[in-house]
């Protein structure tokens, strides 16, 4: 069961990434991805249940790809639409309020206090999946907002020192060398 719904996400995420009215392009999808990888990675990391955190990171921004009118507190509507989705789904029913508190408290940017493992991991995976998606940053800078060279450098190395600084302490330590890899290229 647990692999059909891990399929079944995946292949509905990238569904929904694929249509027009996704405003940010397939470039999500990529980061999502990168969420999954990185959260699956933490989980090991942190004891934490791992399929409560792939099945959140894949779920973590289905608001958003969904409608952009909901992008603004599109954790609390994706918490709501991945009930709904793991209900139909037929979903270990346990297990889904987890996944709506990982959702809820993804966001670094809304200072929810992260109570699990889980939440931490989801929350940390989507802050360093930026770190995997620099090409859909870069994109985002150059083609979507007409920045020039040196626009899109700052705005990628600004979005990359946020999402590093909301990263746990824990999390922090394990990623440091990416982050300045990465930061170095940039430089």
Same mark, same amino acid.
């Given at each position: /069961? $647990?692999?059909?719904?891990?399929?079944?996400? $995946?292949?509905?995420?990238?569904?929904?990434?694929? $249509?027009?009215?996704?405003?940010?392009?397939?470039?999500?999808?990529?980061?999502?991805?990168?969420?999954?990888?990185?959260?699956?990675? +933490? &989980?090991?990391?942190?004891?934490?249940?791992?399929?409560?955190?792939?099945?959140?990171?894949? +779920?973590?921004?289905?608001?958003?790809?969904? !409608?952009?009118?909901?992008?603004? /507190?599109?954790?609390?509507?994706?918490?709501?639409?991945?009930? @709904?989705? +793991?209900?139909?789904?037929?979903?270990?029913? #346990?297990?889904?309020?987890?996944?709506?508190?990982?959702?809820?408290?993804?966001?670094?940017?809304?200072?929810?206090?992260?109570?699990? &493992?889980? @939440?931490?991991?989801? &929350?940390?995976? !989507?802050?360093? =999946?930026?770190?995997? =998606?620099?090409?859909?940053? %870069?994109? %985002?800078?150059?083609?979507? =907002?007409? /920045?020039?060279?040196?626009?899109?450098?700052?705005?990628?190395?600004?979005? %990359?020192?946020?999402?590093?600084?909301? %990263?746990?302490?824990? #999390?922090?330590?394990?990623?440091?060398?990416?982050?300045?890899?990465?930061?170095?290229?940039?430089?």
């Amino acid at each position: /069961m $647990q692999a059909q719904i891990f399929e079944y996400l $995946q292949k509905e995420i990238h569904h929904r990434c694929e $249509q027009p009215s996704n405003i940010f392009g397939m470039g999500c999808y990529y980061h999502i991805k990168a969420v999954v990888k990185n959260g699956e990675i +933490l &989980a090991d990391r942190y004891n934490a249940d791992k399929e409560v955190v792939i099945i959140s990171a894949w +779920l973590h921004d289905v608001a958003s790809i969904t !409608d952009h009118s909901l992008y603004e /507190m599109h954790h609390i509507h994706g918490a709501k639409m991945a009930r @709904e989705i +793991l209900e139909k789904l037929n979903y270990e029913p #346990s297990k889904i309020p987890l996944v709506e508190e990982c959702i809820k408290n993804h966001r670094g940017s809304v200072k929810n206090k992260k109570q699990t &493992a889980e @939440e931490i991991c989801v &929350a940390d995976a !989507d802050a360093i =999946s930026h770190f995997d =998606s620099v090409p859909s940053l %870069l994109y %985002l800078a150059y083609k979507i =907002s007409g /920045m020039d060279i040196e626009e899109g450098r700052e705005f990628v190395r600004g979005k %990359l020192q946020r999402s590093f600084d909301k %990263l746990s302490p824990e #999390s922090r330590e394990f990623y440091g060398d990416k982050y300045r890899n990465v930061m170095n290229i940039l430089e």
